[in-house]
């Protein structure tokens, strides 16, 4: 069996259900906040008042320390990890530019930006509906004991 054979088959057998499947851990990865954040901002939606496609400006580009100052509450460990991931998955490219000191930047893949579009609606819902979330968790803790 050709190599493309075997990958047309193995695209076929994928079943996030099951233990074992690679796309589990893509999965996993891809839920992550610091990942859907990350594409949402190197996707164009990183104005803190932006909520919707509608607002979203092109993708672009960002530089590490952008990135960092955008990301409240991101460590440098865990953004640093979560970008090489994104690179390794072929998410998002990294530019090192040798000026003093090196520039490095991020910039969406195709397969990043694709991935994009659907996190810009997950961060769209979790911004729309936060209220009615507090209310509800408000609610259900008053009546539990």
Known sequence: MKADQKRAQAKVEYNAFLAGCPSRQLLDRISNKWVVLILCALGGDNSPGQSGAAHAHAPQAMRYSEI??????????????????LERDGLLTRTVTP????????????????????????RHWAQTHMTEVLANRENHDARTP
């Open 99 to 122: 000026t003093v000191p090196v520039t490095v930047s991020y910039e969406l893949t195709d397969l990043g930006l694709s991935l994009h579009h659907m996190t810009r609606g997950l």
């Open 68 to 85: 960092a100052r955008l990301l409240a509450g991101v460590s440098q460990k865990m953004l640093t990890q979560t970008l090489r991931s």
